[in-house]
């Protein structure tokens, strides 16, 4: 690992002195890594693959392959609709609305001029005759048109309704548009029959008809046909065309047949594709994709968005899953086409989205997870393959979002394998796919979840090494007391190791109140006085006989080794190669803090004394983590010096430290907020009380006892 970084810092940082100038190298590499690999997928072969055209190459598919075949699924469709004649219902709408209305103009007319002129003396049937002859366009004989002129209102309506009696008992029973004039007759000859219409009105009312359009009554029911259709089509199994992998889909000098064409155009074969504008396309969605990242990256994770090494492991982490698609695809794991073609499900995208999320950032890890899963829908042309990535990968992501040990991993491993499962079956079933195929595809979905697990646990370290990155299974790793540093604290410095734990135990809880990393304060805790392993008697924690080595020197001596101990942790902590988190949280525990005790000491000497020369020289607390770590080591050293305190006695202490270090400026670099403050000392006072409670103080009688039971376990 060491080389690696050697290589990266002569190299990179030789011809890329500035940040910038490496990062757009950086990118522009990842964006052409990232297309040449999507372009080996999607671009075609120049060869024009017409139908009837003879194949210049033999060409073998290179994947297991399933699809409808649509013309052949379209044959099977059309002759299941052969047999099937449309559906018609009784309408009798436009014959009510139309035809009857029509009917009864005529007869309004008639009677208009029969009855309404009646009664004006001066309109003689002569008159009459004359107006019916204009109104309607029929012949009648002049005996009929002066029978029709002096039908009373009551015989108009009587032969007005035995007209409609007849079109509607006949047109009511569906009269289709072929047999309109059929029905016409049929309605003619009922008036014909009928011994109660005279001649006149029988010749009125036949023509009346004869003159009416008349309107199909048994029309098409175009919804329930549809509907019908619909559900015959529905029987009908699409024509599904299968190719083995290295299967020879056509030989050089071959015609080609419309399914090796069809079967080409699926293996991305396309001979109207050209490659330039696949390329073009391709790019414009790996920039979108980019540019999408690098804007949620400003807003969200403005930390990594300013870190190179982070950004290089983002891009390296996509590019290496987006690289494993084709490996998967290529697999064969059947020799049945139906099951081998859902080696999609082994697509290992979980496997990406945590180990961005434990080296990165969960809210990284699930904007990758969407990427992921879009292009697993673009490689595989399957919305199933792209759902389970989507879904199993989220789970990956979140169940490593708290990671707190190495077996978080696996359990994360069968949440993701049963979140597979539960998917593919139900994804089976939408499709109607045989148990069988289903089957394969859970098996996959599942061992989708083992080797992502496998890999993450495999590549996590030498990761975490060449970039830098301190993950949670690193810090739990060094929080073991079996760890050489903290060992040697336990032995060589009890005092400091004890106050170590306890300023542990301290931070965690208050970070943990305000939602900063809890572990990470408490392995800082463990370490940040190892530096007290070169003179750990010069520090009261470990001074048990009771001679105080400070009482023999200058304040200014005495600053100068309390001091140091900062700077020698720093040393120590380099030589033991902690993670530079580790290493930033030594040196910033103190900050430029005052060293009141041997100033005030120094200034009863000398009034001239200046405070600057009492101070550490080292830099305030940059993160929150490293404040609580500050506020947490003065507040467990000080208020051990507190005897028989109140609660309410300690919490008043307690917020008093912290105020003085606001006061001195401690804070001024890093983001805690006022409220963040009242709930450090509200954690760090629940702690302490718990921690230096009151002892109940037994009778005589029980220690009496107490002290007969310690003899005869000593005897």
């Known amino acids: 690992m060491g080389k690696l970084k050697q290589v990266y810092n002569s190299i990179i940082e030789k011809h890329f002195q500035d940040k910038k100038r490496r990062m757009l190298a950086w990118t522009a590499l990842f964006f052409a890594v990232l297309l040449l690999i999507l372009s080996s997928h999607f671009v075609p072969a120049r060869t024009n693959w017409e139908v009837g055209r003879v194949s210049t190459q033999d060409v073998q598919a290179d994947r297991y392959l399933t699809f409808v075949?649509?013309?052949?699924?379209?044959d099977r469709q059309q002759e299941a609709l052969e047999s099937f004649q449309d559906i018609y219902k009784i309408d009798l709408e436009k014959f009510n609305s139309i035809t009857i209305t029509d009917i009864s103009d005529s007869f309004a007319t008639l009677e208009e001029i029969a009855v309404a002129s009646r009664n004006q003396a001066e309109v003689t049937t002569v008159d009459k005759i004359a107006l019916l002859h204009d109104a309607f366009a029929f012949t009648l004989e002049a005996d009929e048109w002066a029978a029709l002129a002096n039908l009373s209102e009551a015989d108009i309506q009587w032969l007005y309704e035995r007209g409609i009696d007849y079109a509607i008992n006949v047109m009511s029973k569906g009269v289709a548009q072929a047999d309109l004039e059929s029905a016409r007759e049929k309605i003619a000859l009922s008036i014909s029959n009928d011994k109660y219409i005279t001649g006149a009105e029988e010749k009125f009312l036949q023509a009346v008809i004869?003159?009416?359009?008349?309107?199909?009554?048994?029309?098409?029911?175009?919804?329930?046909t549809a509907e019908k259709k619909s559900e015959i089509l529905a029987t009908v199994e699409p024509e599904k065309i299968t190719v083995q992998?290295?299967?020879?889909v056509v030989r050089k000098g071959e015609i080609l047949t419309e399914r090796q064409a069809t079967i080409l155009h699926q293996l991305g074969y396309s001979q109207s594709a050209s490659p330039g504008v696949v390329v073009l396309g391709l790019a414009i969605l790996i920039a979108m994709m980019m540019v999408v990242v690098r804007a949620f990256m400003m807003h969200f994770t403005p930390k990594i968005y300013r870190d190179e090494k982070q950004i290089v492991l983002l891009m390296l982490l996509i590019a290496a899953t987006i690289f494993l698609y084709d490996l998967f695809l290529s697999l064969t794991l059947s020799s049945i086409a139906d099951r081998a073609a859902q080696v999609g499900y082994l697509i290992p995208v979980a496997m990406g989205t945590m180990l961005i999320t434990i080296l990165l950032d969960v809210r990284l890890g699930l904007v990758a997870d969407i990427i992921l899963a879009i292009f697993v829908g673009m490689y595989t042309e399957s919305s199933a393959f792209a759902v389970?990535?989507?879904i199993g990968g989220l789970v990956g992501s979140l169940g490593v979002a708290t990671l707190g040990q190495r077996s978080d991993i696996s359990r994360t491993a069968l949440s993701i394998s049963a979140t597979n499962a539960c998917l593919i079956i139900g994804l089976g079933m939408v499709q109607n796919q045989t148990p069988d195929v289903v089957a394969f595809g859970v098996i996959f979905g599942i061992f989708n979840g083992l080797i992502s697990s496998i890999f993450t646990m495999g590549v996590l370290p030498y990761l975490e090494n060449i970039f830098g990155i301190t993950t949670s299974i690193k810090l739990l790793e060094l929080a073991n007391p079996n760890q050489p540093l903290l060992k040697r604290l336990?032995?060589?410095?009890p005092g400091t190791y004890h106050h170590c734990i306890m300023v542990g135990n301290l931070g965690e809880a208050a970070a943990d109140a305000i939602g900063a990393n809890g572990l990470e304060v408490r392995l800082g805790a463990y370490y940040h006085d190892i530096g007290k392993l070169k003179r750990p008697y010069f520090f009261a924690e470990n001074q048990f006989s009771g001679n105080n080595p400070h009482n023999n020197m200058t304040p200014q001596l005495s600053h100068l080794i309390i001091t140091s101990h900062v700077k020698d942790g720093i040393e120590m902590a380099k030589e033991a190669k902690l993670p530079p988190i580790i290493i930033q949280m030594i040196a910033q525990h103190h900050g430029d803090s005052l060293v009141s005790f041997f100033y005030a000491k120094a200034k009863e000497t000398d009034p001239q004394t200046k405070e600057r020369d009492f101070r550490y020289e080292q830099p305030k607390p940059q993160t929150k983590e490293a404040a609580i770590l500050m506020m947490a080591d003065t507040v467990e050293a000080a208020v051990r010096s507190k005897k028989d305190a109140t609660p309410g006695q300690i919490e008043g202490f307690i917020r008093t430290l912290i105020k003085a270090k606001l006061n001195d400026g401690q804070f001024d670099e890093c983001e805690l907020t006022f409220r963040d403050l009242d709930l450090i000392a509200t954690a760090f006072t629940r702690v302490i009380n718990g921690i230096y409670h009151k002892r109940i103080e037994?009778?005589?009688?029980?220690?009496?006892l107490l002290k007969l039971q310690e003899g005869q376990e000593k005897a």
């Open 69 to 74: 075949d649509e013309a052949g699924t379209l």
């Open 245 to 248: 992998k290295g299967e020879l």
């Open 210 to 224: 004869e003159d009416v359009n008349l309107y199909p009554t048994y029309v098409l029911d175009a919804e329930a």
């Open 388 to 390: 389970v990535a989507l």
């Open 490 to 493: 336990m032995t060589e410095a």
């Open 698 to 704: 037994y009778p005589p009688q029980a220690n009496e």
